[in-house]
């Protein structure tokens, strides 16, 4: 089992920044590549990171590239996504997940809780 609490949601401005985190626990950290989806009301889960186990390689789709950034802290077991300049249409609720190779696949094996991130303009 692992289990991932995130934190760091919130009301932002549209052009302000936000630092999600992600706190993981019960298994080795380092097993897993990690990643971080949202999901807005209506919409489909979209994925919007993803970071390899040494945090060398990262993926980010078109939607957030140059905007979102994702790193991991293996000493802290925490995975964060640094989110600039943000707009109103990254209003969701923001998961984190864990999983064997996230980069190539999506498949997700843990997912915490969600952290609602709201973007006001």
């Known amino acids: 089992q692992v289990q991932l609490v995130e934190s760091g949601g919130g009301l932002v401005q549209a052009g302000g920044s936000l630092r999600l985190s992600c706190v993981a626990s019960?298994?080795?950290?380092?097993?897993?590549?990690m990643g971080w989806f949202r999901q807005a009301p209506g919409n489909e889960r979209e994925f919007v990171a993803a970071i390899s186990r040494s945090g060398s390689s990262t993926l980010h789709p078109d939607s957030v590239k140059g905007r979102f950034t994702i790193s991991r802290d293996m000493a802290k077991n925490t995975v964060y996504l640094q989110m600039n300049n943000l707009k109103s249409e990254d209003t969701a609720v923001y998961y984190c997940a864990a999983g064997t190779s996230l980069l190539s696949t999506r498949r997700v094996d843990y997912w915490g809780q969600g952290t609602q991130v709201t973007v006001s303009s």
């Open positions: 019960g298994r080795t950290f380092s097993t897993y590549t």
